[in-house]
Nanobody
Framework: QVQLVESGGGLVQAGGSLRLSCAAS????????MGWYRQAPGKQRELVAS???????NYADSVKGRFTISRDNGKYTVFLQMNSLRPEDTAVYSC?????????WGKGTLVIVSS
């Protein structure tokens, strides 16, 4: 089992920044990718950004140039730096880890961007 704990959500004005963190613990060996998803009210969950153990990143078009995903040297803590936030970025952001073909999820952290 993999446990994921997120932190860093909150309320911010449009144009502001937030940094989310996600720490993985438990059976972390074998994790080959981690990422962030978000779900806004009334919408489906969508991928925001992901990073592989090898360092390859992937971003949703809507956040390219504004958000940056990174990881620590130990590879099992990931960060999402969110700049130039917009009201449409308001959502619950959940951390995801993929290990041996299985998905693991954190409980999520709420990000609210006020206009």
């Amino acid at each position: 089992q993999v446990q994921l704990v997120e932190s860093g959500g909150g309320l911010v004005q449009a144009g502001g920044s937030l940094r989310l963190s996600c720490a993985a613990s438990g059976s972390i060996l074998g994790i080959n990718a981690m990422g962030w998803y978000r779900q806004a009210p009334g919408k489906q969950r969508e991928l925001v950004a992901s990073i592989t153990i090898g360092g390859m990143t992937n971003y949703a078009d809507s956040v390219k140039g504004r958000f940056t995903i990174s990881r620590d040297n130990g590879k099992y803590t990931v960060f999402l730096q969110m700049n130039s936030l917009r009201p449409e970025d308001t959502a619950v952001y959940s951390c995801n880890a993929v290990r041996v073909g299985m998905d693991y999820w954190g409980k999520g952290t709420l990000v609210i961007v006020s206009s």
